[in-house]
């Protein structure tokens, strides 16, 4: 007996009884739909990731206060560390570590923010001109803060584009003076308008002189510096100047961090990528659920067509003409589900960031090629058992089932 | 043509072992029309299942065309059955969800020929039933006799050279029962051998040689060539 017999014999049976079909493939459908859904999800996200954190400029070195023996990782800033990060580190730096193109120092924070009578609490920044370079935010009317307003420690004050819209309206804000953290600072620019990254929206923080910052925040340390190289080959030269300045500096001692986009970079794609893998499992474990189904319904299917296998058999159908029909059936539903879990699990993933733009996904064909081999492999592993009890059925009590 | 020699049918139910069949031995011709006659119970049915190789016997031995069966595997026996045998059951036993067309052609499936062939090989047989223009109808549009001319046309369709009929008239009018008897006689005077088990003394009567079972043996055996 042909392929396309057996094909066309298991596909009436399923044909015939649609409604059963259907609640079989639905497990499939659901179980491939979720792997596919997660799995771009997952990858949506690292791909995310990756961009926001390359695009933040090229590569960055982040050198935090305080020692951690682990690589990678996150720090809180500064708790109780022995030797502080200082202005005067930043500055060292600029100077001394001539691979080093900036090394901007960081403090920031939120505070309370007003104007006339209205405030809120935002997320402020300390930093310098530098800022504007190694970040990629830029500012759009005034000007941005300047090395003269660090040095005199001004009170100035630059709007993220949120923060201005929403106290000033389409009002001038430049020159207006607003209150923030109970001292008075004039305001000297906006800044581009930049949307969201990494959950932070950028418009909505505001930005000052360090020194300033480090009155506000009454501290006398910094709570990083971000530092850039202009060639991804001198990184690793750029990490040992940066050691050989700061632990002069500090007393012989290497009690600060640097981390690298790069090692930042592959920390959240590996956390990423273990998430997506465990989101997959739970999905796959769906798909098994859905095989189970597979199952059972053939175990109802062979039964209920035991009289069907007796004549067929009695009319000269081997073993294997028999395994074959059911081994297809089953294998047709599990390919069918799958083909059809493909479809709305990728039709969905790319819809989903169109409503929810927090989720961003990205749909790969490794995913759709292996939830569909996956979903095909399920049809055989459940089909196997309910097809070979067909076939092993003698063909006089099966004729004799009624 | 067939051979069955000291054959016993023994089924084990719960320990108990029951004798079905004792020691029955027969030989058949090529081209015979044969009734198998006997009370219910008798072993009729499992004597014809063992002629249509459906069913293995306990001890004894079974030659087909000269080939002992008790040897052959499985594949061996379904491809006997799909070439050299054809079926005929009380019960008619289609396959519901086909068309009487397609029924025709199941075992035609199995021996390989083409979808294009079967069609045109399957259709001369339901004219010859009488069944042409009800090639398209599932089973349950048909009658008891119509389904019975069917499961015929189907036993036919591979020109085997032995019919074997289980009470074919068992679930049929007289009438009916009657057209199915003639085109039984017919295909014996084409060349076919043909057994029919029947109750019914009018159907053996036309039977050249009639074989009584009782119990599970062979108790008369008249007709012989
Ligand atoms: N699978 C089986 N297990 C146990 N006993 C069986 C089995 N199949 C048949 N028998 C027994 O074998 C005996 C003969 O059965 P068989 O079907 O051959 O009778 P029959 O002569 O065809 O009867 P009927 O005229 O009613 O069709 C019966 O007693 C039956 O109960
Ligand atoms: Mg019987």
Known sequence: ?402 | MLELSHITKIYRMGGVDITVLSDVSLKVQPGELIAIMGPSGSGKSTIMNMLGCLDRPTSGSYRFEGREISSMTDDELASIRNVKIGFVFQTFNLLPRFSALKNVEVPLIYSGVPARLRKERAMPLLQQVGLFERMDHKPTELSGGQQQRVAIARALVNHPPLLLADEPTGNLDSRSGEEILKILIGLNQQGVTVIIVTHDQTVAARCKRIISVKDGQIIDDRGQP
């Open chain 1, 1 to 402: 007996m042909n392929f396309l017999e057996t094909f066309r014999v298991a596909f009436e049976a399923i044909v015939s009884n649609k409604v059963r079909s259907g609640l079989t493939m639905l497990g499939v459908i659901i179980g491939v739909m979720a792997v596919i859904l997660l799995v771009s999800i997952g990858a949506g996200a690292q791909a995310y990731i990756t961009k926001e954190l390359t695009g933040m400029g090229t590569n960055l070195l982040v050198i935090t206060p305080g020692k951690t023996s682990m690589r990678g990782g996150f720090h809180p800033p500064s708790a109780g560390t022995v030797r502080k990060l200082t202005y005067d580190d930043s500055q060292a730096l600029r100077r001394r570590a001539w691979l080093l193109t900036d090394a901007v120092p960081l403090v920031f924070g939120t505070g309370k923010l007003k104007y006339r009578n209205m405030g809120r609490d935002i997320m402020i920044i300390g930093t310098t001109p530098e800022f504007q370079r190694v970040r990629n935010l830029f500012v759009d009317t005034g000007s941005y803060i300047s090395q003269g307003d660090v040095d005199s420690k001004s009170k100035v004050v630059v709007l993220g584009t949120k923060v201005k819209e929403e106290l000033f309206g389409s009002e001038n804000a430049l020159g207006k003076v607003v209150v923030l953290s109970d001292a008075r600072y004039r305001v000297v620019g906006v800044m581009q308008k930049k949307g969201t990254s990494l959950g932070m929206d950028i418009d909505d923080i505001v930005y000052i002189p360090v020194t300033s910052g480090q009155e506000l925040f009454d501290t006398d340390s910094l709570f990083e510096i971000i530092a850039s190289t202009p060639r991804a080959e001198d990184v690793d030269r750029a990490i040992a100047q940066i050691k050989d300045v700061l632990i002069k500096r500090h007393a012989h001692k290497e009690d600060f961090t640097i981390q690298t986009q790069g090692a930042m970079l592959e920390t959240m794609n590996t956390i990423l990528g273990v998430l997506t893998a465990v989101l997959g499992g739970i999905a796959g474990i769906s798909l098994l659920v859905g095989g189970i189904g597979i199952m059972n319904i053939m175990l109802v299917s062979v039964r209920e067509r035991t009289r069907e296998i007796g004549i067929r058999k009695a009319l000269g159908a081997r073993n294997s003409d028999i395994l074959a029909q059911f081994m297809i059936e089953a294998i047709t539903l599990s390919g069918a589900g799958g083909v059809i879990g493909i479809i709305l699990g990728v039709g969905l993933a790319l819809v989903i960031p169109v409503f929810v733009d927090v989720l961003p996904t990205s749909v790969s064909l490794w995913s759709i090629l292996m939830a569909f081999f996956f979903s095909a492999a399920v049809g055989i592993f459940f089909g196997v058992y309910p097809a070979r009890k067909a076939s092993l059925q003698d063909p006089i009590q099966a004729l004799r089932w009624e």
